[in-house]
């Protein structure tokens, strides 16, 4: 157990609609990252936010958005979604800005149907 | 460019050593890592190792860095058929995210 959860583990939906997923980093961790794996482009990191304040972006969709609150929990939103956007998402956390070894969430498994 | 490459299969025998090869292409990388995911599972911290090193060793584990070849290796001693998994490379580089390659699905035959 990395100590990173993530909720929920899975997630149904259609095409067209909107998800929130949901990440608590280990405790004291001030880092999140997001990242997507699916079978044509592997693991791609998305989004990276350290504080609440973001810090780098990937290959992130434009119907994608993340936030880190307060109390260091992040959640990513996926919109308008499409069958392509099918994937496991994963979260993970480190304690320091970059770099540090990031510890990574059990995962969303997200069926766009 | 950022790219990190791994061949996609290694089979081995139960009780032999295993050896996973990993290239990365961002010389400016501090710390490389070596991830483990089992089906349906997340992803497993095995091992990294800081960039100014050649070796470390932990328990089965050893992984070696040519930093001027930019090859990386990961070597499990005794497999056992609890190994099995898809085994992940990957890189540190600017801004922390992590660059990975595509796994390699090691398989443990008794």
């Known amino acids: 157990d990395s100590g990173v959860t993530q909720t929920p583990k899975h997630l149904i939906t259609a095409t067209g609609q909107r998800v929130t997923l949901r990440c608590s980093p280990r405790s004291g961790d001030l880092s999140v990252y997001w990242y997507q794996q699916s079978l044509d482009q592997g693991l791609q990191f998305l989004i990276h936010?350290?504080?609440?304040?973001?810090?780098a972006k990937g290959n992130i969709l434009e119907r994608f958005s993340a936030q880190q609150f307060p109390d260091l929990h992040s959640e990513l939103n996926l919109s308008s979604l499409e069958l392509g956007d099918s994937a496991l998402y994963f979260c993970?956390?480190?304690?320091?800005?970059?770099?540090?070894?990031?510890?990574f969430g059990p995962g969303t498994r997200l069926l766009v149907l | 460019g950022e790219d990190v490459e791994q061949s996609l299969f290694l089979s081995v025998r139960e009780g032999d050593s295993s050896v996973i090869n990993c290239t990365y292409t961002d010389s400016s990388s501090t710390y490389l890592y070596w991830y483990k995911q089992e089906p349906g599972a997340g992803l497993q911290l095995l091992t990294y190792?800081?960039?100014?090193?050649d070796m470390k060793q932990d328990q089965r584990l050893t992984v070696l860095l040519n930093k001027k070849d930019k090859h990386l290796s990961l070597r499990i001693a005794d497999t056992q058929t609890g190994d099995s998994a898809i085994y992940f490379c990957a890189e540190s580089i600017k801004g922390g995210k992590l660059i990975f390659g595509q796994g390699t699905e090691l398989s443990v035959k008794p």
């Open positions: 936010y350290y504080n609440g304040e973001e810090r």
């Open positions: 190792i800081f960039s100014n090193m």
């Open positions: 993970a956390s480190s304690a320091r800005t970059p770099p540090e070894t990031q510890y």
